[in-house]
């Protein structure tokens, strides 16, 4: 599971780098207020759109190609999808639900995510009865798919092939 959280991820986002502002507009304005906005993103890049979503999204690293992809993605999603999802994602509560995942699992995190910073991906990892591994991408954002997309199939194949040889023991035992 890439860059993800289970919880309390507005009040622990690095987009505004200070926690008490940050804090302060979510209780001023609720998860409604500002995610919730159904405005249409402009149809075209700007220089201030597009080093708004290098900023929120991206590590150093990644390529102008990376971030236009990514922008076009955000403009092409509807604004009521947008406003419902981020709505949606700044409620999501799965602490308790965690512990319940009982397959091999891998959580990657990107070491610079604002959106869901590596502590989520920590505290995932904690809670997981079956965590393969945690991997922590160096001078990696949010996106890691665009990223990182050798690194990630790396893990996935791993991934599969741990689930291969349990499933052969298992077979094996029969």
């Known amino acids: 599971m890439p860059n993800t959280g ?20 979510g209780a001023a304005f609720g998860p409604s207020g500002v995610l919730g906005l ?5 149809r075209f ?18 390529s102008p190609a990376q971030v236009a992809f990514y922008e076009r993605m955000l ?9 419902y999802t981020w709505v949606a994602i700044s409620e999501l509560d799965l602490h308790r639900a965690i512990p319940l995942l009982t397959v091999p699992t891998i959580v990657i ?21 079956q965590l393969e591994r945690l991997i922590v991408l ?17 893990a996935l194949a791993e991934l599969a092939a741990v689930a291969a040889r349990r499933w052969d023991s298992a077979v094996a035992a029969r």
């Open 75 to 83: 403009v092409a999603c509807p604004p009521d999808v947008r406003a």
């Open 38 to 42: 159904r405005t249409p993103l402009p």
């Open 138 to 154: 160096p001078e990696t954002g949010h996106m890691t798919p665009l990223e990182r997309p050798g690194q990630l199939s790396d």
């Open 6 to 25: 289970v919880g309390d991820l507005v009040a622990e986002s690095l987009l505004i780098p200070v926690p008490a502002i940050a804090n302060a507009l």
């Open 109 to 129: 995190a990107g070491e610079l995510d604002k959106l869901t910073p590596p502590s989520h991906a920590r505290r995932i990892a904690e809670a997981l009865p």
């Open 45 to 62: 890049s700007t220089p201030l759109s597009y080093a708004m979503v290098r900023y929120t999204a991206f590590g150093p690293n990644a």
